[in-house]
C-alpha cells in the first residue's frame, strides 16, 4: 500500500504564489508517472501537471507558464510551484502517483489539499 500526503495548500491572492508538496510512503517498490490534478467545485477532476518516469512533463495547456512541476525520485516526491495564481485556480489540488511491482499497476490519490485564490 502507497500514501500520499499533499502540504502547501492555502488561501492566496491573486496574482500570488503557492508551493504544493507530495510525499509518497509505504511499500513503494516503483513510482512511475507522479503529479497533480484538481477539482473546482462543480466542475470534474482535470489534470494539472504530470512528470512522467522517463523525465517529461506535461501541462494542462492553460497553465503553461504559471505552473511548474518537478519532482525528486529518491525521497519519492512531487512539488508543484504555482504563480500568478487566479480566482479560477481555487480548486482542491490532488496528488496522483502510478504504482508498479512484479505484479500490477496502481494509481493512488492522496487526500487532496485546498487552494483558495481570492482577493
Known amino acids: 500500500q502507497v500514501q500520499l500526503v499533499e502540504s502547501g495548500g492555502g488561501l492566496v491572492q491573486p496574482g500570488g504564489s503557492l508551493r504544493l508538496s507530495c510525499a509518497a510512503s509505504?511499500?513503494?517498490?516503483?513510482?512511475?508517472?507522479m503529479g497533480w490534478y484538481r477539482q473546482a467545485p462543480g466542475k470534474q477532476r482535470e489534470l494539472v501537471a504530470v512528470?512522467?518516469?522517463?523525465?517529461?512533463?506535461v501541462y494542462a495547456d492553460s497553465l503553461l507558464g504559471r505552473f511548474t512541476i518537478s519532482r525528486d525520485n529518491a525521497k519519492n516526491t512531487v512539488t508543484l510551484q504555482m504563480n500568478s495564481l487566479k480566482l479560477e485556480d481555487t480548486a482542491v489540488y490532488y496528488c496522483?502517483?502510478?504504482?508498479?511491482?512484479?505484479?500490477?499497476?496502481?494509481?493512488?490519490w492522496g487526500q487532496g489539499t485546498q487552494v483558495t485564490v481570492s482577493s
Open positions: 496522483n502517483a502510478e504504482h508498479r511491482d512484479d505484479k500490477e499497476v496502481k494509481w493512488y
Open positions: 509505504g511499500r513503494i517498490f516503483s513510482i512511475h508517472d
Open positions: 512528470s512522467t518516469h522517463d523525465g517529461r512533463t
